[in-house]
């Protein structure tokens, strides 16, 4: 089996490098990319760092990477936009069709590249509905990161729930809650693990009790936001309950994403649940195999993955964690012309098999290792009490570069090892993509959220925090609703309407 994916792989590289002759030439890149190992030190190409020296080889690229941290990208990003002397020529946008995005996109600060994508043969095979939901007035400006559409959900320990006494897995959205304050009783824990990223878990929970994701359309055809609807309240006062029951860390606010997982690897636990990407779920029951000696045998899985639980008889809404893209990479203007052809053709190459397992996993025998089973491991054979070890090169040598990734064709990877759990997800995306709710006015064009969307949307997420927390009470959440209404909400939801209604 091993030597059957290494022969793939080299012939995979063999494709790749003739079809990268546009950039044959040595060229620099300078990129910009969210950051979520900023404690962790970066070695440059100049360092050493092998993966850089790979890529190098292959492309004749080297890259200069700015790394931001996660948690502060988006403010980052405007700053950028804002100053062209200072402006990478390839960076990440996390908010396909966000204001940002779009009023750069209209000001002329990327590369239209519809004309262009047909060109190369790996950026041409992703998903035309994909590029669709990220085009801004009909064009695309970027090649969408492609994620799996029904990807949110909740993973937990089911070993602390049966401490709390609940051994059933949840089957309807008050079950979960009643695990949820069962397992808030447990000392020295705490239930939902969250951080600075609040929008997954206030997603999940909201939509999961019936509310519409971001506006909602009522039975007269009338647009609303998400947040007047009885059952986006339900989720808020749920996590107020949890919160003052004792089970969120009330320092929650203070994390930031890159260390999200800290509070699940430890040992003990420091919180037991998590709503976000399922695939983060599987991920921490391998984790836990390999560093905490949890059993990998087929049913003993310590983690429970959930989704798709019924609000109401016969009601089922999923948070759609993405447009099955999360972000976009984009070309700035500061590219030039006769440049364009040569980074595109780097993007190109990116996505082939070569490039993705470089940018995703890195390189073999460095970061990752092919046992004789045939499958991806982050450790050498008989190397797992040391693991951990090489964790910590890893993220030094690979960072975060798999937020360069895009594989708009498809995981093309070495594959690890599927466990039940990951089977489980796989097909999860098959079953439950159907309960998945979309924004009604994703595609519908409003200028005055294109101006000030994502601060009013930010303002109003940072009340509901403070709701959360129990800083502030109805009366006082309600205010700030209002507040968005009278700074440019009124506008935004009569701009959405009218162009609701023209399409309609």
């Not at 030597?3 to 030439?25: G, H, P, R, W, Y």
């Not at 693990?193 to 929008?199: F, L, P, S």
């Not at 990407?277 to 993955?305: F, H, K």
Request: proline fraction near 4%.
């Amino acid at each position: 089996m091993k030597k059957i994916v290494s022969l793939f792989m080299c012939m995979a590289m063999l494709v790749t490098l003739v079809s990268f002759a546009a950039a044959e030439d040595e060229m620099t890149l300078k990129v910009m990319l969210p950051d979520f190992y900023s404690d962790a030190e970066w070695m440059t190409l100049e360092d050493g760092n092998p993966v850089l020296q790979a890529i190098y080889e292959a492309t004749g690229v080297k890259m200069e990477i700015t790394w931001v941290p996660n948690s502060g990208y988006g403010e980052m990003t405007s700053l950028t936009l804002g100053d062209p002397s200072n402006m990478p020529e390839v960076m990440v946008m996390q908010g396909p069709r966000d204001a940002i995005t779009i009023s750069s996109a209209r000001a002329g600060a990327f590369w239209d590249l519809t004309d262009y994508i047909p060109q190369y043969a790996n950026l041409a095979a992703g998903q035309q509905s994909t590029y669709d939901n990220t085009a801004i007035d009909g064009r695309i400006y970027g090649i969408y990161r492609a994620r799996a559409y029904a990807r949110a959900g909740i993973y937990y320990r089911n070993d602390y729930a049966a401490k709390a006494g609940v051994d059933a897995v949840p089957t309807t959205v008050q079950e979960f809650k009643d695990l949820c304050m069962a397992m808030a009783k447990l000392d020295d824990v705490y239930v939902i693990n969250m951080c600075k990223y609040v929008a997954g878990t206030i997603g999940i929970t909201t939509v999961m009790c019936g509310a519409p994701y971001q506006y909602g359309v009522n039975a007269e055809g009338k647009i609303y936001p998400a947040f007047e609807d009885e059952h986006f309240q339900e989720g808020l006062d749920f996590l107020r309950d949890l919160y003052a029951a004792g089970g969120i860390d009330p320092n929650f606010m203070t994390i930031e994403s890159g260390n999200w997982n800290d509070a699940e690897r430890s040992d003990p636990p420091k919180a037991l649940m998590r709503l976000d990407c399922l695939d983060n779920g599987y991920r921490y029951q391998e984790w836990l195999q390999e560093n905490m000696g949890a059993s990998n045998v087929p049913g003993e899985e310590i983690v429970t993955l959930l989704t798709a639980l019924p609000y109401e008889e016969g009601k089922i809404q999923i948070w759609p964690q993405n447009t099955g893209a999360s972000g976009e990479i984009v070309i700035t203007k500061t590219v030039s012309e006769e440049k364009l052809p040569k980074v595109l053709a780097f993007l190109d190459w990116c996505n082939s098999a070569e490039g993705q397992t470089l940018l995703n996993c890195g390189l073999e025998g460095v970061t990752y290792w092919i046992h004789e089973d045939g499958y991806r491991y982050t450790y050498p054979e008989g190397e797992e009490t040391n693991s951990a070890q090489y964790a910590t090169y890893t993220n030094t040598v690979q960072h975060s570069l798999n937020q360069l990734g895009m594989n708009v064709n498809g995981d093309l990877t070495p594959p690890t090892a599927a466990t039940t759990l990951r089977a489980w997800y796989n097909q999860n995306l098959i079953d439950n993509a159907q309960y998945v709710i979309a924004d009604p006015c994703l595609t519908l064009d409003s200028e005055t959220n294109t101006l000030m969307g994502k601060t009013l949307a930010d303002d109003v997420e940072a009340a509901e925090v403070q709701y959360i927390a129990g800083k502030i009470d109805l009366a006082g959440l309600k205010a700030a609703y209002q507040t968005w209404y009278d700074m440019g909400g009124e506008d935004i939801l009569a701009e959405y309407q009218a162009a609701y209604d023209a399409q309609k």
